[in-house]
């Protein structure tokens, strides 16, 4: 469970690096290059058997191929391909600054070069692959980040007869490859801000689904919807379903210095129109419901597959607080036939990494005060005032495990460990029983990244 998502950090990130606070770290850590594998190494040799030596590898930035050599079956023949990303650094070849793409089939064991492309721009922002099982078609998306320009461009190609075909291009700042009509066949959904696509002519950005329809024309655009215009950028962008079990994309989007807002795309067929639906974002308002958050993105807080939202409120005496100052609930919420409903309310930890799911009768009774030299919160009931702290129902603690081999705290107990740290906490015995927590509870409502 990648609980750490919840930073301006992609659940990609996440996987991909264990995550830090800006993102940008671990974009940084995944551009050097790592080593090759045995048989990157043979794609390799392959590559400048074909093109030559002189060349340099690029690495997709964003999304779940990070690696400069992309293996995949891309094409009805059953055994996988490699897509390898490179510049060509011998400029009297070409003075294309473009990145290059490879396709390297395996024929006879061996590695081969079949299909070499320039691109579209000169970094790969992304790289995806669908699926039409209608039409029994691979596609593989490209996309690319271009010099000067504020949309990225992708490219969605076939990979047929060992060449890589272009069908579809078009401007993007981030898109999903994913059945969001529930058809069985793969669309592409994209969001971007221009107005250069065919039948959209208002200005303003726009999400898009983009299917194959098998027919001429191949690619096309199917349903789009409105986005918020106060997004700057989406920072995280997650496949998951709403209520009930549709597919549904969702975005949370940065609006500000620490004011992120989110939106779900989910697609309906009503009346025989195809229709993308962007429910929180009110185009004629343009308003997104709720803004209330700082640097939480959405997540499936309870594995359910269906994504959760968002919503800070102050804990009770922290109503007027400083920003900095401020100790809050986060409630996760469903969206449900368009409205929000509550699943649970967490208190989140971010510099200790975990997550603490509140009983229901907290939200109003119970706040907490922070001890950062003990490293502890300290959870009391509230009455009238935040100095009245001595009704305390719980305390969490971290320690590290080297500190807690010397024996924990008197009267702590070790709830969780995460390798190198340790959850403890203390009840105090005589705490009110309707708030009180035995270990047990504890350690299903602690929640560790
Ligand atoms: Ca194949
Ligand atoms: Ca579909
Ligand atoms: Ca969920």
């Not at 359910?304 to 007027?320: A, K, T």
């Not at 469903?334 to 699943?343: A, E, W």
């Not at 989140?348 to 706040?367: A, L």
């Not at 047990?440 to 560790?448: A, D, P, S, V, Y």
Request: hydrophobic share 35%; proline share 4%; glycine share 6%.
């Amino acid at each position: 469970m990648k609980y750490l998502s919840i930073f301006v950090c992609t659940v990609v990130l996440a996987a991909f690096t264990g995550c830090s606070y800006n993102g940008f770290t671990s974009i940084d850590a995944a551009l050097s290059p790592p080593r090759l594998t045995e048989e990157q190494h043979l794609i390799y040799g392959a590559l400048e058997q074909s093109v030559g030596k002189d060349i340099k590898l690029k690495y997709p930035k964003a999304g779940e191929n990070r690696s400069a050599f992309v293996i995949e079956n891309i094409d009805e023949e059953p055994t996988e391909e490699a897509i390898v990303f490179y510049e060509s650094l011998d400029k009297s070849v070409t003075n294309n600054p473009n990145v290059k793409v490879n396709i390297l089939d395996k024929q006879n064991d061996r590695w081969k070069s079949t299909s070499d492309i320039v691109g579209e721009g000169a970094e790969v922002d992304k790289v995806a692959f669908g699926r039409s099982n209608k039409f029994d078609k691979f596609f593989i998306v490209i996309g690319y980040n271009i010099v000067n320009q504020a949309d990225k461009v992708f490219k969605v190609y076939f990979y047929e007869n060992g060449k890589l075909k272009a069908q579809y291009s078009q401007g993007y700042s981030v898109f999903e490859v994913m059945d969001l009509d529930m058809d069985g066949d793969d669309e592409i959904v994209a969001i971007n801000s221009g107005v250069i696509n065919s039948g959209i002519y208002k200005a303003g950005p726009t999400a898009q689904m983009i299917k194959y329809t098998g027919q001429e024309g191949g690619f096309v655009l199917n349903s789009y919807a409105k986005m918020d215009v106060s997004v700057y950028s989406y920072v995280n962008v997650q496949k998951g379903s709403i209520y009930p079990r549709k597919a549904a994309l969702y975005l949370d989007g940065l609006k500000g210095t620490n004011v992120y807002g989110t939106e779900v795309l989910y697609y309906e067929n009503v009346k025989g129109k195809p229709t993308l639906y962007n429910p929180i974002y009110d185009s004629k308002s343009n308003k997104t419901e709720q803004v209330k958050r700082t640097g939480q993105t959405s997540m499936d807080i309870n594995d359910d597959g269906i994504i959760e939202i968002p919503s800070l409120n102050p804990m009770p005496g922290y109503e007027e607080a400083l920003a900095s100052q401020k100790l809050q609930y986060t409630t996760w919420n469903d969206l449900v036939y368009n409205d929000f409903k509550k699943v649970v309310t967490s208190y989140v930890n971010s510099s200790d990494g975990y997550i603490f799911n509140v009983p229901d009768q907290w939200e109003k009774s119970v706040t907490a005060k922070k001890d950062t030299l003990k490293n502890e919160v300290v959870f009391f009931r509230y009455k009238q005032s935040l100095e009245n702290d001595q009704d305390v129902v719980l305390k969490i603690k971290t320690m590290k495990v080297s500190e807690a081999q010397n024996g924990l705290p008197e009267g702590y107990i070790n709830i969780k460990s995460n390798g190198q740290l340790v959850y403890l906490a203390y009840i105090p015995p005589l705490a009110d029983n309707s708030f009180k927590l035995d270990s047990k509870q504890l350690e299903t409502r602690l929640m560790l990244n």
